[in-house]
């Protein structure tokens, strides 16, 4: 009965991952993305390892690795965008800006 569940809720989770990239709701490069494909992935294989559907088993390893590979790469250029920021857009440690930093208005 877990096992089952296991299996469902994965299969559910990778669905709806790719139906959310589909729809343009979210991005292939982004981390909800890839960690959900990371516990579909897992929550589908353990379920058919405890099944003994090995050939599942491999195939759901190799896309928790595929999920893996892509969070890592997301995290890495996400540290070297940061790595790599204007030095003159941080502010001085009187807490005003930087001279000549420009003022980044958003919109609530």
Do not use: K, Q
């Not at 959310?20 to 897992?42: F, Q």
């Amino acid at each position: 009965m877990i096992a089952s569940a296991m299996g469902w809720i994965g299969t559910i989770g990778s669905i709806c991952a790719y139906l959310l990239l589909s729809r343009g709701r979210w991005d292939a490069t982004s981390l909800r993305y890839s960690l959900l494909n990371l516990v579909a992935g897992a929550l589908a294989g353990s379920a058919s390892a405890l099944y003994g559907a090995w050939p599942s088993v491999g195939s759901n390893v190799l896309w928790c690795a595929i999920a893996v590979h892509s969070a890592a790469t997301t995290l890495r250029e996400r540290r070297s965008r940061v790595a790599f920021a204007e030095p003159g857009a941080c502010a001085d440690h009187a807490g005003e800006p930087a001279p000549g930093a420009r003022t980044l208005l958003a919109a609530a």
